[in-house]
T-cell receptor
Framework: KNEVEQSPQNLTAQEGEFITINCSYSVGISALHWLQQHPGGGIVSLFMLSSGKKKHGRLIATINIQEKHSSLHITASHPRDSAVYICAVPQETSGSRLTFGEGTQLTVNP | GAGVSQSPSNKVTEKGKDVELRCDPISGHTALYWYRQSLGQGLEFLIYFQGNSAPDKSGLPSDRFSAERTGGSVSTLTIQRTQQEDSAVYLC???????????FGPGTRLTVL
């Protein structure tokens, strides 16, 4: 069964700073998800990636399959980016049920 | 509808009562998942439906929990004889085909008094 570790658990930044959140997992996977959870609990899928890098606006996600590691970057951070960011991977190599990291609480101060 | 919807958005119930939570997946999505997020905890898998196959119930925490998916679309998660530890946000997600991303609903916040 896959184990997922995220770091840091909590992150406070000033508006405009470059943010990096890391995710490591233990079992080879087909794809990794980055999710965003705002206060109130709603979850939005940010990225699903299986190799290389994806970019959406100020968000960039990278994955290194060999090292079983992914990073989520936020450029020019803004207070509205404040949320919990969650990494998720399949529980087993070939499955689609997800197992989730504990999440990173990001607070961006103006 | 454009996304996954869930109802109710909030549910407060008394210990021992039964509750039903509903999920409407994205039209045409064959896979549907239920997850739970207890206060201060990470998300955990509960149950997974894929097409007409028997559901994967391996994540259900007790036999008080059950779920069904009628007509391959709408799903209902039922919790019988609710306990205070059942208080959590219950999230539903749907997926179109293998390796496609899961789309999450807004969740139902359940509070058991």
């Amino acid at each position: 069964k896959n184990e997922v570790e995220q770091s840091p658990q909590n992150l406070t930044a000033q508006e405009g700073e470059f943010i990096t959140i890391n995710c490591s997992y233990s079992v080879g996977i087909s794809a990794l998800h980055w999710l965003q959870q705002h206060p109130g609990g709603g979850i939005v899928s940010l990225f699903m990636l299986s190799s290389g890098k994806k970019k959406h606006g100020r968000l960039i996600a990278t994955i290194n399959i060999q090292e079983k590691h992914s990073s989520l970057h936020i450029t020019a951070s803004h207070p509205r980016d404040s949320a919990v960011y969650i990494c998720a991977v399949p529980q087993e190599t070939s499955g689609s049920r997800l197992t989730f990291g504990e999440g990173t609480q990001l607070t961006v101060n103006p | 509808g454009a996304g996954v919807s869930q109802s109710p958005s909030n549910k407060v119930t008394e210990k021992g009562k039964d509750v039903e939570l509903r999920c409407d997946p994205i039209s045409g999505h064959t896979a549907l998942y239920w997850y739970r997020q207890s206060l201060g905890q990470g998300l955990e898998f509960l149950i997974y439906f894929q097409g007409n196959s028997a559901p994967d119930k391996s994540g259900l925490p007790s036999d008080r929990f059950s779920a069904e998916r009628t007509g391959g679309s709408v799903s209902t998660l039922t919790i019988q004889r609710t306990q205070q530890e059942d208080s959590a946000v219950y999230l539903c997600a749907s997926r179109g085909s293998s390796y496609n991303e899961q789309f999450f609903g807004p969740g139902t916040r359940l509070t058991v008094l």
